[in-house]
T-cell receptor, first 115, second 110 residues
Framework: DGGITQSPKYLFRKEGQNVTLSCEQN?????MYWYRQDPGQGLRLIYY???????QKGDIAEGYSVSREKKESFPLTVTSAQKNPTAFYLC??????????????FGEGSRLTVL | GQQVMQIPQYQHVQEGEDFTTYCNSS?????IQWYKQRPGGHPVFLIQ?????EVKKQKRLTFQFGEAKKNSSLHITATQTTDVGTYFC??????????FGKGTTLSVSS
């Protein structure tokens, strides 16, 4: 079955610790994205990658880092510099990066709680 | 820059009532997409509209794209409890990824 897999689904972290959220897709999509969602809020763009070995900052990139060394993988690291990291993190992909005409396929999300 | 506003932010209906959410843009849109997110779930793509005046139906859901391509609506006929969730029409801005606002959160009581 093709799709996007995010892991872990739930994660607890102590303040001051970095944590990496995994996102893997087997859809052969070029573009991948990370969004953050807080309760009752919309999705805010953290980082996106149009193609392997390339990525750009979104609206709220501070305190986060990403890599795109493989087409199928786009891990997100939440660093200790992120002041309020407790949130629901959603990874998505789309077939191509062209004028945003492709639909986004989302993973099931990772819920991070900082204790 | 381009701004897409979605209204209402919240809507509560009795099961069987109709529901409509609207997206309005200050500029002409090349296309518009709609997504649904169930409580605790992830957004799922519903549809993309491209042509001026386009109307598409998916069972009880009717999607419209305005003649001027500046607004769009999603209408649900005879809501069911399975329609509960948040509906998004993300902003499609050149040079960046889709921008999701708060959407419209629909609750349905039986």
């Amino acid at each position: 079955d093709g799709g996007i897999t995010q892991s872990p689904k739930y994660l607890f972290r102590k303040e001051g610790q970095n944590v990496t959220l995994s996102c893997e897709q087997n859809l052969n999509h070029d573009a991948m994205y990370w969004y953050r969602q807080d309760p009752g809020q919309g999705l805010r763009l953290i980082y996106y990658s149009q193609i392997v070995n390339d990525f750009q900052k979104g609206d709220i990139a501070e305190g986060y880092s990403v890599s795109r060394e493989k087409k199928e993988s786009f891990p997100l690291t939440v660093t200790s510099a992120q002041k309020n990291p407790t949130a629901f993190y959603l990874c998505a992909s789309s077939p191509r990066w062209f004028a945003n005409t492709g639909e986004l396929f989302f993973g099931e999300g990772s819920r991070l709680t900082v204790l | 820059g381009q701004q897409v506003m979605q209204i209402p932010q919240y809507q509560h209906v009795q099961e069987g009532e109709d529901f409509t959410t609207y997206c309005n843009s200050s500029t002409t849109l090349s296309n518009i997409q709609w997504y649904k997110q169930r409580p605790g779930g992830h957004p799922v793509f519903l549809i993309q509209l491209v042509k001026s005046g386009e109307v598409k139906k998916q069972k009880r859901l009717t999607f419209q794209f305005g003649e001027a391509k500046k607004n769009s609506s999603l209408h649900i006929t005879a809501t069911q409890t399975t329609d509960v969730g948040t509906y998004f029409c993300p902003q499609n801005q050149a040079g960046t990824a889709l921008i999701f606002g708060k959407g419209t959160t629909l609750s349905v009581s039986s």
